[in-house]
């Protein structure tokens, strides 16, 4: 198994595991290698160090572990999915419906709800027109359905 570094062309970093180089190469041509955070598919390789074991390596006196890193705060991509992962979590996908049901939700002729779902930019527009809140928030594919 190998463990390539990757990044998209938006800049974000994240792990690859492949069979082999050929297993990348063939599934990047696919088009099967995508950024996980926002399925960009524009993808490359980083520089990365092998790990090599040539052998057996002598055992080394135990040293004293290290101080507790300190906590640092999230980075907006670790954010961002925190959210992404919140609303999936809290919302009911309408799909396709969802213009429609939101206006139902807004009309007061269905319960009030999270949902979340599909919606062209001229239904969206509709929607702020009727006064009806609308925000786009793109989920990467990983997260629309299960891990392999």
Not at 23 to 31: I, L, N, P
Not at 122 to 147: H, T, W
Request: proline share 7%; charged share 25%.
């Amino acid at each position: 198994m190998k463990v390539f570094n990757l990044q998209c062309g938006n800049g974000h970093q994240f792990e690859g595991w492949f069979g082999s180089d050929a297993d990348y190469e063939s599934q990047k041509e696919r088009g099967l290698v995508g950024c996980p955070l926002c399925g960009e598919a524009q993808v490359r390789r980083l520089p990365s160090a092998p790990r090599l074991n040539l052998g057996a390596v002598a055992v080394a006196e135990p040293t004293p572990a290290p101080a507790a890193p300190q906590a640092q705060a999230p980075g907006m991509e670790a954010l961002w999915m925190q959210a992404v992962r919140h609303v999936l979590a809290n919302t009911e996908d309408v799909g396709a419906r969802f213009a429609e049901e939101a206006r139902r939700i807004h009309y007061g002729e269905t319960e009030q709800r999270g949902i979340r779902g599909r919606t062209t930019q001229d239904e969206a527009r509709a929607l702020d027109e009727e006064g009806i809140q609308v925000v786009s928030l793109p989920i990467p594919e990983s997260l629309k359905g299960p891990l392999q």
